[in-house]
Antibody, heavy 117, light 111 residues
Framework: QLQESGPGLVRPSETLSLTCAVSGGSISSAGYYWGWIRQPPGKGLEAIGT???????QYNPSLKNRVTISVDTSENQFSLSLSSVTAADTALYYC???????????WGQGTLVIVSS | QSALTQPASVSGSPGQSVTISCAGT?????????VSWYQQKSGKAPELIVFHVTERPAGVSARFFGSKSGNTASLTVSGLHPDDEGFYFCGSYSSSSPLVVFGGGTKLTVL
């Protein structure tokens, strides 16, 4: 299971921070990537980035300057940090488990983050 | 704007079949057999229903059938049930992107 946590309201220009707790398996399992996907209200899916348990991360080029994904194997969790947020970053944020070929087999329930003053 | 192109909506009557298309390029759908489909019901997270173009996860009904021809993938839902209503997204590995790319989603309505 995957469970997102973090503030539901972030002020413009501040940093959005979310954590995903992984249960029922080890985040260090070979063959899986851990990632974040977001969905603005009423819109489609956008991949934000993925990370392997070794710490090797890949990011969406359109967000690359603002996003950092980190992993904590001792706590079996991974985190998202998105800086300088604007209203355009308002979305449902999902943490996911992905395997080779972009197959996203597990999704968290999602957490709504609203960017507003 | 999404990397893959899906119709905004499709509809069908109970018992009928509908097909949802997902158009890409030879850098994604056409070049690799890494197409996945996700079903999203209202207020819920997406769920994987097809992967590697034609494979279904355990527990997913055989009424969901994936296929591919050239740069276009398709999801056919046969024997429509009212419970099939929701949004359907395609996703694919892409050599042009470090991450999976998605279609914009298709709303399936069972009339």
């Amino acid at each position: 299971q995957l469970q997102e946590s973090g503030p539901g309201l972030v002020r413009p220009s501040e940093t959005l921070s979310l954590t995903c707790a992984v249960s029922g398996g080890s985040i260090s399992s070979a063959g899986y990537y851990w990632g974040w996907i977001r969905q603005p209200p009423g819109k489609g899916l956008e991949a934000i980035g993925t990370i392997f348990y070794t710490g090797n991360a890949q990011y969406n080029p359109s967000l690359k300057n603002r996003v950092t994904i980190s992993v904590d194997t001792s706590e079996n969790q991974f985190s998202l940090s998105l800086s300088s947020v604007t209203a355009a970053d308002t979305a449902l944020y999902y943490c996911v488990r992905e395997r080779v070929g972009g197959v996203i087999g597990y999704w968290g329930q999602g957490t709504l983050v609203i960017v507003s003053s | 704007q999404s990397a893959l192109t899906q119709p905004a909506s499709v509809s069908g009557s109970p018992g009928q079949s509908v097909t949802i298309s997902c158009a890409g390029t030879n850098s994604d759908i056409g070049g690799y057999n890494f197409v996945s489909w996700y079903q999203q019901k209202s207020g819920k997270a997406p769920e994987l229903i097809v992967f590697h173009v034609t494979e279904r996860p355990a527990g997913v009904s055989a009424r969901f059938f994936g296929s591919k021809s050239g740069n276009t993938a398709s999801l056919t839902v046969s024997g429509l049930h009212p419970d099939d209503e929701g949004f359907y997204f395609c996703g694919s590995y892409s050599s042009s992107s470090p991450l999976v790319v998605f279609g914009g989603g298709t709303k399936l309505t069972v009339l």
